[in-house]
């Protein structure tokens, strides 16, 4: 079994990295691969080019051997629906279970998302709890969860697809907007060093990127 983790990672974050393994290693996993979004429907392009944000990844993704970069997105037709990028997947992996990790606050914005009650037909989600979040499941996604959560990641790899399961996940309080905003400043070093990659930083520092303009 895998388990997936998108975003535009832009950039990447030691956040993305722990939550993605600390819940890879709750719900037995064997590989965590980040997904870097093209597109993504829900917000504007990003700004950075997606060779910075691919080169980024990779060296991020050097820190664990269970991490690797699943670039499928970034080579399908925009805008990056994850429904689409599941099924795509699916095509290629039709044994293996997948796994897909969403955080608590994506959970409650599901609806949203295109065709979001077809996501359980080709893989798990799987949720990073995060105590600080706010939000509260609309009573359609509600509807939509109770017959699919199970309570032990066990069940997980009784089957392919189908199932929720929500983590114990721990809270990292850090995101790539503050980031950036440290970065273009060139203030906030503390937080850029403790969250960011020191191979990330060497990139970010050689390629000029994140400057105020």
Same mark, same amino acid.
């Given at each position: 079994m895998i388990a997936l983790l998108g975003g535009t990672f832009n950039p990447p974050h030691q956040g993305h990295i722990k939550a993605g393994l600390d819940a890879?290693?709750?719900i037995g996993a064997q590989k965590l691969g980040l997904l870097p979004c093209n597109v993504p429907p829900h917000k504007s392009a990003p700004e950075t080019a997606t060779t910075h944000?691919?080169?980024? *990844?990779?060296?991020?993704?050097?820190?664990?051997d269970k991490l690797y970069v699943e670039p499928i997105e970034l080579e399908l037709p925009a805008p990056s629906y994850t429904v689409k990028t599941l099924a795509h997947l @699916?095509? *290629? $992996?039709?044994?293996?279970?997948?796994?897909?990790?969403?955080?608590?606050?994506? *959970?409650y914005n599901l609806p949203s998302w295109f065709e979001w009650q077809r996501l359980t037909d080709y893989c798990h989600i799987?949720?990073?709890?995060?105590?600080?979040? +706010?939000?509260?499941?609309?009573?359609?996604?509600?509807? &939509? *969860?109770?017959? @699919?959560?199970?309570?032990?990641?066990d069940r997980l790899h009784e089957h392919r697809h189908g199932k929720v399961y929500i983590? /114990?996940?721990?809270?990292?309080?850090?995101?790539?907007? $503050?980031? @950036?905003?440290?970065?273009?400043?060139?203030?906030?070093?503390?937080?850029? $060093?403790? &969250?960011?990659?020191?191979?990330?930083?060497?990139?970010? +520092?050689? /390629?000029q990127l994140y400057r105020a303009i």
């Open positions: 890879v290693s709750e944000r691919l080169a980024m *990844l990779t060296l991020a993704s050097k820190q664990s @699916r095509e *290629l $992996q039709p044994n293996t279970g997948i796994c897909f990790l969403l955080g608590e606050d994506s *959970l799987v949720v990073m709890k995060r105590p600080a979040s +706010e939000g509260q499941i609309p009573d359609v996604l509600q509807d &939509w *969860l109770t017959p @699919r959560v199970v309570s032990s990641p983590t /114990h996940s721990k809270d990292y309080a850090v995101s790539s907007t $503050q980031l @950036r905003k440290a970065l273009s400043e060139q203030a906030g070093n503390c937080i850029v $060093q403790n &969250w960011l990659h020191p191979d990330v930083i060497n990139y970010i +520092e050689t /390629h």
